[in-house]
């Protein structure tokens, strides 16, 4: 069983940054990729980015893409969400999710990322 493990969510001023970090426990060979999500209230779970393990593709699923930068780690089954110009309507939980090969996804506990003055 992954387990997923996030940390980096908090609350920022409009037009700060935050990094999210996301790392799998153990030594999973069964991940192919690696995103994040998230969820406003009131609102449905999106695609924020995703990236694969191997050739470290990328895939942003909205307008951030020049706000938000995802990397991976230079451990294995580390990735991390860098945040720039943050804004209110980037408030929200923050979900990392691992692809898995043969296998269901694995989702983390979810980190609140809140952006108010």
């Known amino acids: 069983q992954v387990q997923l493990v996030e940390s980096g969510g908090g609350l920022v001023q409009p037009g700060g940054s935050l990094r999210l970090s996301c790392a799998a426990s153990?030594?999973?060979?069964?991940?192919?990729?690696m995103g994040w999500y998230r969820q406003a209230p009131g609102k449905e779970r999106e695609l924020v980015a995703s990236i694969t393990i191997s050739g470290g593709y990328t895939n942003y699923g909205g307008s951030w893409k020049g706000r938000f930068t995802i990397t991976r780690g230079s451990a294995k089954n580390t990735i991390y969400l860098q945040m720039n110009n943050l804004t209110p309507e980037d408030t929200a939980v923050y979900y990392c999710?691992?692809?898995?090969?043969?296998?269901?996804?694995?989702w983390g506990q979810g980190t609140q990322v809140t952006v108010s003055s």
């Open positions: 999710q691992a692809n898995r090969l043969l296998q269901p996804d694995a």
């Open positions: 153990g030594s999973d060979n069964s991940i192919t990729a």
